[in-house]
């Protein structure tokens, strides 16, 4: 499937629609992750927009509170010294 995809920045739209982006860089080594939490997850990308199931790959979308025991993700962060902790409760 052939698509034209806006080439402007998505993270104003990202700010506007109140959704917070926090990238994780796991090759550096001040950053610590549970990899096993995001490899485990099921990817529910295609059934919330099946149009888009070719982005699978890169891109995974979680259902925290199904995948896991009804959590929720908390994070805090502090963007002066541009760290976060994230964890479920």
Do not use: Q, W
């Amino acid at each position: 499937m052939s698509r034209n995809y806006p080439t402007a920045p998505i993270l104003p739209d990202l700010v506007e629609a109140d959704i917070v982006y926090i990238p994780v860089f796991p090759d550096k080594k001040e950053s610590e992750f549970n990899n096993n939490f995001f490899t485990r997850s099921r990817n529910v990308l295609a059934g919330l927009l099946p149009d888009f199931k070719e982005f699978e790959k890169i891109i995974k979308v979680i259902d925290v509170p199904a995948e896991h025991k009804g959590a929720y993700v908390h994070v805090v962060a502090d963007a002066h010294s541009r760290k976060a902790v994230c964890y479920l409760k």
